[in-house]
């Protein structure tokens, strides 16, 4: 399938033209005004990011920031996820002795408050259909540039979506009666297919920024305008929980490619708009994508709090093979977190939900991937973090290597390489190292190459060793791609 094609399942009426990557604070240029008062404060970069990260602590939120933080907002106009901002501004008023606003920074209010945008989780349907469009229409029309950084999480951006669909997970009545067209059932359908077709693509070449624009195109051209029509209670569900998906896929292919920020947007937009269908699983299949994406930027106790809700929430909804996902990702976190009896728990839970499924169950759109074999690669990940590599291969053995599936088999491949270097096999981890690396090859994805970095810190006690030189410089360009 060509790369043209994929676009023109969800072409808007002005066909493929402008798509663009969005990437969240980035200018072109230096932040004249804040480098003029940064002279006139005088503080040192490492000292000022040390100020604002103590604020931030005070406000109950983790930040790490350094002087290239502060360099990176002064010199190329960085702006860093709100309340940031306002802590900046805070922390030159301490140092100037008088009250500094955001747009003495050149940071302003309206150029602060797009970096939430798609971050609010209203209690009402109508203002959550809004708040889902606005930002979809923002993503579509603003040209972002398409760079390098991975863009900000803040993990603490999940905690009022999860406890308001953890109060109420479904919505009453969703019939509307809009100025658009009558949304039928074959628009529903043809969304669906729209998510399920963005799905292949991900899984065989990552979120790469064309294909994550592409998506982003889907929800502006084709979901937005649907959601403005008018449509029974019965079809509105379905058009809800459609369009969830495909929030969620285009959420998940932001993550991929390593743009956080909105990654968290449309996750969220995704879990309001499952509320939104009253459709309990696919709200626990989101909460657990959300906890994946949080477990992997480093957030192990919330990532294992945020799969647990979607256990409880969900329980009584959720197929076997959802149930399964959710405790795999929390077996997941377990192992992160070095507590190997909750990670083989949480494991061995997932195991006896996926050997209770049926392909006639109603799983959420996606899902079925969720295999036995599936469940084994996921496993090989939970022992590489405990450090039990003989359990990496037994896993492995069980693990099918599908077509289709590329950055997942090259991921995998860099998982079992980290175990053999574990085992101080040095030779088959490099062989396993360098399949990583072809695999992969063709997949644009940030993710991915986590994993290659992962594999090269457990390289590091050989880094001497001619093989292990050569493969570090063939890992460089391709983390450099």
Not at 271 to 288: E, H, K, M, P, T
């Amino acid at each position: 399938m060509s790369q043209i094609r994929y676009l023109a399942v969800c072409d808007g009426p002005h066909g493929t033209e402008g798509v663009e990557m969005v990437e969240s604070g980035r200018r072109t240029s230096p932040n004249r005004l804040l480098i003029a008062l940064l002279e006139q404060a005088g503080p040192s970069r490492e000292g000022l990011a040390r100020r604002i990260n103590a604020l931030a602590a005070e406000s109950g939120l983790e930040r790490h920031y350094t002087h290239t933080s502060v360099q990176n907002w002064a010199q190329r106009g960085m702006i860093p996820t709100p309340p940031i901002p306002q802590l900046l501004a805070q922390a030159l008023s301490e140092y100037l002795s008088r009250q500094i606003t955001l747009g003495e920074i050149g940071m302003t209010e309206s150029e602060t408050a797009r970096l939430s945008m798609g971050l609010d989780f209203p209690r009402e349907l109508a203002p959550a259909v809004r708040n889902a469009v606005d930002l979809w229409s923002d993503v579509e029309r603003r040209d972002f540039l398409a760079s390098a950084s991975t863009g900000t999480f803040a993990v603490a951006a999940y905690n009022t979506p999860l406890t308001r669909w953890l109060i109420n997970p479904a919505d009453v009545g969703t019939a509307h009666r809009g100025t658009g067209r009558t949304v039928g059932a074959a628009d529903v359908a043809s969304l669906r297919a729209s998510a399920d077709q963005a799905r292949r693509w991900d899984s065989q070449y990552g979120g790469g920024d064309w294909r994550t624009a592409a998506v982003a195109r889907c929800l502006h051209h084709q979901a937005a305008p649907l959601l403005r029509g008018t449509y029974t209670d019965a079809t509105g569900r379905a058009l809800f929980a459609a369009t969830a998906e495909l929030s969620r896929v285009a959420g998940f292919a932001y993550f991929d490619a390593g743009h956080h920020r909105l990654a968290q947007a449309h996750l969220i937009q995704a879990l309001r708009l499952a509320r939104a269908a009253g459709d309990a699983a696919l709200g626990g299949y989101v909460l657990a994508t959300m906890a994946l994406q949080t477990l992997l930027r480093g957030y192990t106790s919330q990532a294992i709090d945020m799969a647990e809700a979607a256990t409880q929430r969900a329980s009584t909804a959720a197929s076997p093979r959802a149930a399964a996902f959710y405790k795999l990702i929390e077996g997941r976190a377990h192992a992160r977190a070095a507590d190997s009896r909750a990670a083989e728990r949480a494991l061995a839970a997932a195991d006896e939900h996926l050997s209770r499924a049926t392909p006639d169950d109603p799983d959420p759109a996606g899902l079925e991937y969720m295999t036995p074999e599936r469940l084994a690669a996921d496993a090989t990940e939970i022992y590489r973090d405990l450090r039990r590599p003989d359990l990496v291969h037994r896993w492995d053995a069980q693990a099918r290597r599908p077509t289709g599936y590329t950055r997942s088999t090259g991921m995998r491949a860099a998982i079992v390489a980290s175990a053999h270097v574990q085992a101080r096999q040095l030779d088959e981890g490099l062989h396993r190292g360098q399949q990583a690396l072809t695999l992969l090859a063709t997949v644009h994805s940030h993710r991915a190459k986590d994993y290659i970095r992962g594999l090269l810190i457990e390289l590091r006690p050989w880094e001497q060793e001619p093989q292990v030189r050569e493969y570090a410089r063939r890992a460089s360009a391709f983390l450099a791609a």
